[in-house]
């Protein structure tokens, strides 16, 4: 079953004194492309995460977030006391009289609140890369539901230009007699008297050059090559795509031999249901 590159994962992890909530989010892209938003005391593990990511989704524009709720009463904020005596003893100073009114103005003072930096502990990571995993199997489960609505589609594009293959192949005789109808009107409206055999195989020299009975035996191995590919266990959107550009060329080469107008008119629609497949294929991985 194929998967479209458009998703979205999320995992929500409690530990006891912090909620850490990871989100996925994905779009097409031709390669894996992985944007990561994380709070700087977890970029040490930054490289670990993104090879969990790309391990797993191997194609997209992707967005990693992780969120970090504190919910216990420790921080990492603490007044720099030292600093702010300081301070005091230089604002008394200047003006001993407003001593109600120092430490307000102390506080504002640069560095008196620090902030230290908590290390993460092995169990913690441990945890994190538990819940990644999560987002990353919520996130292909979505791709999956994508996968399978895209593939209706295709199954439906592909079976129009079956029928319209079919009436192709319906008119075909009817075209060649047309033509040959054509040129011997052409040939008569000259009033020139012709040798038969060479006219004969003039025609048929004519003909072969518009003949379509390999493109059209083509145009059915590369629609059925695309629907047992849909149908594989794994999903590849740049295999799929080549197979539509060998689709393309047959219905183009067919357009362009036909030299019939009702069948020019089914090229066209043809043309019209292969862009179609095209602009979604764009989605699939």
Known sequence: MIQSMTGYGK???ELPNKK???????LNSKNLDLNTRIPSQYRAKELDLRNIISSKLKRGKVDFSLYVELTGEETN????TEVVNHYLKQLQQIDAANSNNLLEIAMKLPDTIKTTREEIDEAEFNAIEDSLKAAITDIEAYR??????LAKDFNLRIGNLEKLLKNVEEIDPERIKAVKTRLQKSIEELKEEVDKNRFEQELIYYLEK????????????HLSYFSENLNSEVSNGKKLGFIAQEIGREIN???SKSNFAPMQQMVVQMKDE????????????
């Open 11 to 13: 995992s929500i992890l």
């Open 20 to 26: 850490i909530s990871i989100e996925l989010r994905s």
């Open 77 to 80: 904020t603490i007044i720099n």
């Open 144 to 149: 999956l539901d994508e996968g399978e609505a």
């Open 210 to 221: 518009y003949d379509i009975t390999e493109e059209k035996i083509r145009l059915s191995n």
């Open 253 to 255: 080469t067919i357009g």
């Open 274 to 285: 292969l862009e179609k497949i095209k602009e979604q294929l764009l989605n699939v991985l």
